[in-house]
T-cell receptor, first 114, second 114 residues
Framework: AQSVTQPDIHITVSEGASLELRCNYS??????LFWYVQSPGQGLQLLLK??????LVQGIKGFEAEFKRSQSSFNLRKPSVHWSDAAEYFC????????????FGTGTRLLVSP | SAVISQKPSRDICQRGTSLTIQCQVD?????MFWYRQQPGQSLTLIAT?????????ESGFVIDKFPISRPNLTFSTLTVSNMSPEDSSIYLC???????????FGQGTRLTVV
């Protein structure tokens, strides 16, 4: 069965500092990979996705993620964090057969300090 | 991407009653999904809603408790039946246009059962 691990429950980063959120997955083949962000009281917004091709993918709001097959990882990065980035971040996988039936990680709550 | 309108956005319900949540997509989608996010938890897939057939439920979820309708390619409902306080969660619907397209989410319904 597919599973997703986000080992960091909370992360605090100073505004302007760089950010990396970790995500590891377990799946028999290369799945589709996603990062979503959930702001307080909001639904989920897609930050970026990996389906195939270039393993470094760019997303919205200055985020990027790198797929590393050898490590079964899909870590999210941002070079300079803004206070508005404070939110819950979810990594998710879907089988590469499509239709986006997602399995989510437990989420990482990002706090941004002044 | 398409937009999902989900309603109600929140509700407080008495135990033993039922609540029906509606999701309307502004374009046709192949698959729709219903997720539950319990307080402080990640998202768990309840079921996949197929147009013209019964929904497919994940382990731990049953049709009697969470009946789903999908009358056409732009609309779905989830009913939470005979509610108890343990059903207090955020319920989110999701849609996907098909293979190689990402899923998008409604804003969620925050349900509190008292």
């Amino acid at each position: 069965a597919q599973s997703v691990t986000q080992p960091d429950i909370h992360i605090t980063v100073s505004e302007g500092a760089s950010l990396e959120l970790r995500c590891n997955y377990s799946y028999g083949a290369t799945p589709y990979l996603f990062w979503y962000v959930q702001s307080p009281g909001q639904g989920l917004q897609l930050l970026l996705k990996y389906f195939s091709g270039d393993t470094l993918v760019q997303g919205i709001k200055g985020f990027e993620a790198e797929f590393k097959r050898s490590q079964s990882s899909f870590n999210l990065r941002k070079p300079s964090v803004h206070w508005s980035d404070a939110a819950e971040y979810f990594c998710a996988v879907a089988p590469n057969t499509g239709f986006q039936k997602l399995v989510f990680g437990t989420g990482t709550r990002l706090l941004v300090s002044p | 991407s398409a937009v999902i309108s989900q309603k109600p956005s929140r509700d407080i319900c008495q135990r033993g009653t039922s609540l029906t949540i509606q999701c309307q997509v502004d374009s046709q989608v192949t698959m729709m999904f219903w997720y539950r996010q319990q307080p402080g938890q990640s998202l768990t897939l309840i079921a996949t809603a197929n147009q013209g057939s019964e929904a497919t439920y994940e382990s731990g979820f049953v049709i009697d408790k969470f009946p789903i309708s999908r009358p056409n390619l732009t609309f779905s409902t989830l009913t939470v039946s005979n509610m108890s306080p343990e059903d207090s969660s955020i319920y989110l619907c999701s849609g996907s246009g098909g293979l190689d397209t990402e899923a998008f989410f409604g804003q969620g319904t925050r349900l509190t059962v008292v």
